[in-house]
């Protein structure tokens, strides 16, 4: 796990569990290296989509209503953030859903 996403999880929570963050890491692959990829824009409701449809069902066993409802509250947490990373709104809405255990 790169100290890199622990550091920036860390600017929005105190504990980094560093197995769920690996987790994400390995979910995720090959999609953190592209330029544009590996951020998320919460603007765009496509891509909230996708992060409900995709990591929140999938990994999380969310339904949509509760997914989109924590990925919401993160993109408000992260608001100041211009630039939100992949790997961090995927652990915090892991958090905020008290979903983490099923990362490890």
């Given at each position: 796990m790169s100290d890199d996403y622990a550091a920036d999880i860390r600017k929005y929570t105190a504990k980094v569990d560093d197995q769920a963050v690996a987790a994400i890491v390995k979910f995720c692959?090959?999609?953190?290296?592209?330029?544009?990829?590996?951020?998320?824009?919460?603007?765009?409701d496509a891509e909230v989509q996708r992060v409900v449809n995709g990591f929140c069902a999938k990994k999380l066993d969310l339904d949509p209503k509760t997914?989109?409802?924590?990925?919401?509250?993160?993109?408000?947490?992260?608001?100041?953030?211009?630039?939100k990373h992949r790997v961090t709104v995927y652990y915090l809405v892991a958090e905020h859903t008290g979903t983490l255990g099923k990362l490890a």
């Open positions: 692959g090959i999609a953190l290296r592209g330029a544009d990829s590996k951020w998320v824009s919460m603007t765009d997914a989109e409802a924590a990925v919401k509250a993160v993109g408000e947490k992260m608001k100041a953030d211009k630039t």
